[in-house]
């Protein structure tokens, strides 16, 4: 039956295009783990930018 259908039979047993795939895969996953990872730390980071600007201020307000 595949005889009928040489592309399709060449289709098949093609596997250069397995290696990109997968890569491309590796690097989305990457890119998630990232995301994710960062996302968790916006908070504590804008808390940890927020204490440091209010303790300036402060001793700002103590010059003047």
């Avoid at 098949?12 to 990109?20: K, P, Q, Y």
């Avoid at 990457?30 to 201020?57: H, I, Y």
Wanted: net charge neutral.
């Amino acid at each position: 039956m595949l005889k009928r259908f040489p592309t399709s039979c060449r289709f098949l047993a093609d596997h250069s295009g397995a290696t990109a795939i997968e890569y491309g895969l590796i690097i989305a996953l990457v890119g998630l783990a990232l995301l994710v990872g960062l996302g968790n730390t916006n908070d504590s980071v804008s808390a940890m930018f927020n204490d440091l600007m209010e303790k300036v201020t402060e001793v700002l307000q103590r010059k003047s």
